[in-house]
């Protein structure tokens, strides 16, 4: 290829290129509103109603080596749901998963679910158009998810659960939904959730230790930061690494296991409380700090929410504690208590952090 040729080609090239990137991001666009077309229709809605919520994994999942975050843009524009308004929450999931789009109206309870069948995008915008529903997602599937409508219509709930409606993002989403759909449900809480998965009671432990942290050692000034040495791990540790940025990349979290007898023996020895870990918080200028371990104390939040001697359905037991717990999210002291409170300097700090060294041993809590 001589010079003229190859400059040919190049100009070629990059009159394409941003051709084709904008087909594609267009045709994700055009997903995300067909995804809204069909839950508008579905769930009986009209754009800007605030009893709808969108969850989905758009802008996480990836369909080959296209991300996705184009199809908010769609669902954005025909729904009106969005970010600002709580109302459009992106929930984590890793790239290789499906691409979903779940709408919930809090006014009927019912919830649409779909997830996409990443080949149907292989085509030009106009052929993309011309695709019906049932071409563009593999699964469309409705439900009712009102947990106090599923309590009371039990073979509908067993449905939804056991017959994965929603492939295997029944207790994600439905947890989710109606905790959402509480009138004291805040967007702090909901956005560490999304980062977790799911709302379980264990994530809800970790609002309630944060606000019992915060309350008792709260942060002063701009020197400070909170740290976390988790041990043992459970989901309460999430809910940490969004709200203090204590994230394990930055040393703001070190996450520990511990052997099951370790467990049994720290219940006895601190009168059924679990530890639930070691929190400082530090201060950089000074290389300093104060540790509290706290424990947290699960017997007492199962007789608090009645969700000691379950009786319902399985797949309810959990769901109803996340609602119920929600009575004890600013009273975390209903099931949090001090352990060991201590002075940390740098010194102590590394051995906390350091892998040969046991981080309840050099609290001295076990
Ligand atoms: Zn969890």
């Not at 992106?90 to 789009?101: A, H, Q």
């Not at 649409?112 to 149907?120: F, T």
């Not at 439900?143 to 492939?167: I, P, W």
């Not at 009138?183 to 970790?206: I, K, M, N, R, W």
Request: charged content about 20%; overall charge neutral; hydrophobic content about 40%.
């Amino acid at each position: 290829m001589n010079i003229k040729e190859k400059k040919f080609v190049l100009a070629l090239i990059l009159a394409i290129m941003p051709g084709v990137a904008l087909a594609e991001s267009t045709i994700m666009e055009e997903l995300g509103s067909k995804a809204a077309k069909a839950a508008m229709d579905q769930l009986k809605f009209e754009k800007g109603d605030s009893n709808i919520l969108v969850l989905t994994d758009a802008g996480y999942a990836q369909i080959g080596d296209q991300t996705t975050q184009r199809a908010l843009k769609g669902i954005m524009t025909e729904t009106g749901a969005n970010e600002g308004d709580g109302n459009l929450l992106r929930v984590l999931r890793p790239y290789f998963k499906p691409l979903w789009f779940f709408f919930f109206n809090k006014s009927t309870g019912e919830a649409v679910y779909m997830q996409v069948d990443g080949k149907s995008l292989n085509k030009s915008l106009e052929e993309f158009k011309a695709l019906s529903d049932d071409q563009v997602f593999s699964k469309i599937s409705k439900a009712n998810v009102d947990l106090n409508y599923m309590l009371n219509h039990t073979d509908e709930g067993n449905a939804t659960f056991n017959k994965a409606a929603f492939n295997g993002n029944e207790f994600s989403l439905v947890s989710i939904a109606n905790i959402w759909a509480q009138p004291e449900s805040t967007f702090d809480f909901l956005q560490a959730t999304c980062f977790h998965d799911h709302l379980c009671p264990g994530v809800t432990s970790g609002y309630m230790l944060a606000k019992y942290m915060e309350d008792k050692l709260p942060i002063t000034n701009s020197s400070e930061s909170y740290k976390v040495v988790a041990i043992p791990q459970w989901c309460k540790d999430d809910l940490m690494q969004i709200r203090w940025d204590a994230t394990p990349g930055k040393s703001g979290m070190f996450v520990m296991a511990l052997t099951d007898a370790e467990k049994s023996a720290l219940k006895a020895k601190y009168n059924q409380t679990d530890v639930a870990g070691i929190y400082i918080r530090w201060n950089d200028t000074a290389k300093q700090g104060d540790a509290l371990v706290l424990g947290f104390n699960w017997t007492s939040m199962y007789g608090l929410t009645g969700t000691a001697n379950w009786k319902g359905p399985s797949w309810a037991s959990k769901l109803v504690m996340d609602v119920r717990m929600m009575d004890y999210w600013n009273k975390p002291e209903v099931a949090v208590t001090t352990l060991k409170e201590f002075k940390v300097d740098s010194g102590k700090l590394a051995m906390l952090q350091n892998a040969g060294m046991h981080p309840l041993k050099v609290a001295g809590v076990l």
